[in-house]
């Protein structure tokens, strides 16, 4: 705490003088590639901009995340672009003036050139622009496997569970899956709450206070029919309930050995399964798929979505937009996609060749609405609740009857806490 109060209020011992001629740019891009991609943007902008500099303010991103968002609005000199993720924090801005509606100073098209999901307009407004989207419950999928067992990518929830059934007949462990932090299945959890309610119904139901309703919780019907129907567990492999004790990173190394079908992460995953292609340590192809949608649901998917705001305090509201403009650009996002950034772009399958890569980015531009993660889209509190009810139902620890009731009294505590 005390390095987060230098880092980002250190400048309340200066004198506060005035900077007409500059833009500042609070971010999290630490990495050496990250910050050569940045400056050659800065260096871009101030060449067409003369007069006017980019003042980059970097901060290590776990502190950023936790307490730096909040306190470097307690600086007499706030930043002008800022970046963050989408979901409550940015909702927090937008709530509090700390977020300028950029309808009016974008370019004409300009914002047309995304994945129409990947845009959320806010009080009839557009503040955030998106930057990166890693998508947090795929599927990835031994294609050997399935080749060798006559089965084929699912598309609908009906035919993945027949899938996943066939698989374990077959004494092929359908899902490698580690849940021991619990955000690994509650991801996955909050996508299927998507899929059945649509994006907004189902945040609501992170809302203080809101009381659950078991209509809410039949969502999460195929949650517990995959666990009821051994797709966690196989004899020799996983032992039921084991997906309550194995972390994320186990599950991982259990699919990449080959000792399992598929396995839920999210695009991040690309870059481990690139490595041990590298490596030379992978032994089959692999393939990915979203998590298919129920009969006359929505194909949402769940999503974390990073981007930039501009504090409608700046003295040059233009220039910051036009900043973005740039850095948004295909110039710079191809850039950034050959560090594994996949971008919200509508072009940005043609920044790789790699098939997955490729594939992801089908995948999100299909998606007619994008839920978050509830780490990244709700309160901490909520978000908590509803992944620890999320693996009582994977262990077994309650059952589906008992989990709208208790969702409620868990929101109820929370409530009298003003959480």
Not at 35 to 46: N, S, Y
Not at 79 to 92: A, E, R, S
Not at 307 to 331: D, I
Request: proline share 7%; glycine share 8%.
């Amino acid at each position: 705490m005390a390095g987060a109060a230098l880092l980002f209020g250190g400048d309340r011992l200066a004198l506060t003088r005035p900077r007409p001629h500059s833009l500042r740019f609070a971010h999290t891009f630490t990495t050496g590639s990250e910050r050569a991609i940045l400056d050659a943007a800065v260096a871009e902008f101030e060449q067409v901009h003369p007069g006017l500099r980019i003042e980059q303010l970097i901060s290590n991103s776990e502190t950023y995340n936790t307490v730096g968002w909040r306190l470097q609005f307690q600086r007499r000199q706030p930043p002008d672009i800022y970046f963050h993720w989408q979901g409550f924090k940015t909702d927090q801005c937008i709530e509090r003036g700390r977020a300028l509606d950029l309808t009016s100073y974008l370019s004409a098209g300009f914002a047309d050139q995304f994945v129409p999901s990947s845009l959320r307009r806010q009080d009839g407004g557009l503040y955030f622009l998106p930057h990166s989207v890693d998508l947090s419950a795929l599927v990835w999928f031994n294609r050997d496997l399935f080749s060798s067992n006559r089965l084929s990518e699912p598309t609908s929830m009906a035919e993945w569970m027949t899938l996943c059934e066939r698989l374990r007949e077959r004494q092929v462990l359908p899902l490698a899956q580690g849940n021991r932090d619990l955000w690994p299945m509650g991801n996955f959890a909050a996508e299927l709450l998507g899929q059945s309610l649509g994006a907004e119904p189902a945040a609501h139901l992170f809302e203080p206070g809101r009381p659950i309703r078991s209509s809410d919780i039949r969502a999460l019907e195929p949650l517990v029919a995959l666990q009821r129907r051994g797709a966690f567990d196989l004899p020799g492999i996983l032992e039921r309930g084991a997906i309550g004790s194995f972390n994320d990173i186990d599950a991982k190394v259990l699919f990449l050995g080959g000792k399992a079908a598929q396995h839920i992460l999210g695009s991040w995953f690309l870059a481990d399964v690139q490595d041990a292609r590298n490596r030379h340590e992978l032994k089959f192809s692999v393939g990915v798929f979203p998590v298919p949608p129920g009969d006359g649901e929505t194909d949402a998917l769940c999503a974390v979505t990073t981007g930039f705001l501009v504090n409608p305090t700046t003295p040059h509201p233009r220039a910051a937009a036009a900043f973005l403009e740039l850095l948004l650009s295909r110039k710079y996002q191809s850039r950034f996609a050959q560090l594994g950034t996949l971008s919200a772009r509508r072009d940005a399958a043609a920044f790789t060749l790699d098939p997955l890569a490729q594939r992801l980015l089908q995948v999100l531009a299909g998606a007619p609405a994008l839920v978050p993660p509830p780490d990244t889209g709700y309160r901490p509190e909520q978000a908590a609740v509803f992944y620890e009810l999320v693996g009582h139902l994977l262990t077994g620890k309650i059952e589906p009857a008992q989990a709208a009731p208790q969702w409620s009294r868990e929101k109820q505590a929370l409530a009298r806490k003003g959480l």
